[in-house]
């Protein structure tokens, strides 16, 4: 452990994996998401009638906290270069007539127009402006109701015969912060303890002090591993601490299960990490092959997690792939936990998947030890 404290101390590639590049990278993922959820969304609205009705719907529309009218005008052509060019992300048509066409108990369709290229961005814009128009659609409905001799209650009814009592559990705000904080920042960290352990392990077989490294160990390669492991363990574990408390005391995301269970689970995801970055350097005995090799593989592994794509939509053998990576059960753990208050019995499995990836991590502990020991494992770039 000191002979690693003071390679660390003497090469900055070591310091930045180990310090400077989790911190950059927690932080400026905590601001990008620190909001929660996408506001004031830019859109364009296209007033062709100028009543009264028009204005009503371009000011609710104003009014609603996730889009922000910032251009109106008369011309299509030149609504379509602001879509194309991402300065709006929808375009609202007020047709003419269409205030007329109410009055007459006629259909009066507002064509609107959605810039789909961020799924996200194009699902908050089309429920702000479909909600909006839903509801004015409605008030006008229920005003002609009523002048016709029903009452307010009855009108209700007619307008809206099956009432929607809509219940959002486990993260009522629908807030992005949660969910995509939550795994972002912890996969920044499991990224580089994952790189570096790679650098660190590789490192040993690009210069040819393997034999130092088990003799600081009494030749037990095990020693030697935790040795030179424990302060990136500890550090590491330092900042799952750090993302804790931007999570749950800054963000106020909530903590509905057991913490002592959450930061378990993060410390053995860690060390998992960890030991698969050896796994990665024994079967390539290259530390260049096993940096780029393995950075493909942990980058993979968010995709495959079902954070940005439900699993439950992909065919069979995704399925299957997205259990080779820790990553996937640890989201999942820290989900059930955080935000569902699960049960401990039923995010124990998520635990016992994190130590089977420690397991095959030991595995090629006595692989590791033959390539420090050969010196035709020794040099390689």
């Known amino acids: 452990m000191n002979r690693e404290i003071d390679r660390i101390k003497q090469n900055p590639a070591y310091r930045f994996l180990l310090l400077g590049g989790p911190l950059v990278g927690i ?3 905590f601001f990008i998401f620190h909001h929660g959820v996408a506001k004031q969304l830019p859109i364009a609205v296209l007033d062709q009638d100028g009543s009264s ?10 009014a609603s906290p996730d889009v922000q009218v910032i251009a109106g005008t008369q011309d299509i052509f030149q609504a379509q270069e602001w879509l194309k060019q991402g300065a709006i992300h929808a375009i609202v048509l007020l047709p003419g007539n269409l205030e007329k066409k109410v009055f007459q108990g006629l259909e009066a369709p507002v064509p609107v127009y959605i810039n789909g290229t961020n799924v996200t961005v194009a699902g908050v814009v089309q429920r702000s402006v479909v909600t909006t128009l839903s509801t004015i659609s409605g008030g006008i409905q229920l005003k002609k109701l009523m002048l016709s001799g029903n009452n307010k209650a009855q009108a209700m009814a007619r307008v809206m015969p099956v009432n929607i009592q809509k219940h959002v559990l486990f993260n009522p705000y629908v807030n992005y912060g949660y969910f995509l904080n939550s795994a972002m920042l912890y996969f920044t960290l499991f ?4 790189m570096a352990s790679v650098y660190s392990f590789g490192n040993e077989l690009k210069r040819g002090t393997g034999l130092d490294l088990l003799q600081a160990g009494n030749n037990s390669v095990r020693f030697a591993i935790a040795g030179k492991m424990l302060p990136y363990t500890l550090i590491f574990s330092g900042f799952s601490m750090f993302i804790a408390y931007l999570l749950y005391e800054v963000e106020g995301m909530p903590l509905k299960g057991n913490f002592l269970f959450i930061f378990f689970g993060q410390f053995i995801a860690i060390i998992s990490y960890q030991l698969m970055g050896l ?3 024994a079967v390539t005995t290259n530390m260049r ?3 780029s090799v393995g950075s493909a593989y942990i980058m993979m592994g968010i995709t495959f997690s079902g954070l940005t794509f439900p699993l439950e939509g992909m065919s069979e053998f995704v399925k ?3 259990a080779i990576f820790p990553f996937t059960w640890w989201e999942k753990l820290m989900i059930s936990q955080s935000l569902r ?9 998520y635990i016992c998947y994190l130590l089977i990836f420690m397991l095959m991590g030991m595995a090629w502990f006595k692989t590791y030890k033959r390539c420090l020991s050969d010196k035709k494992h020794w040099g390689k770039l």
Do not use: D, H, Q, W
């Not at 009705?53 to 104003?62: D, E, F, R, V, Y």
């Not at 208050?341 to 499995?349: D, K, N, Q």
């Open 191 to 194: 990224l580089f303890a994952f």
């Open 27 to 29: 932080l400026l993922l």
């Open 320 to 322: 299957l792939v997205s």
């Open 289 to 291: 092959l096993s940096l």
């Open 53 to 62: 009705l028009s204005i009503k719907i371009n000011n609710a529309l104003n």
């Open 279 to 281: 796994m990665f350097v």
């Open 341 to 349: 208050g699960a049960p401990i019995r039923e995010t124990l499995p």
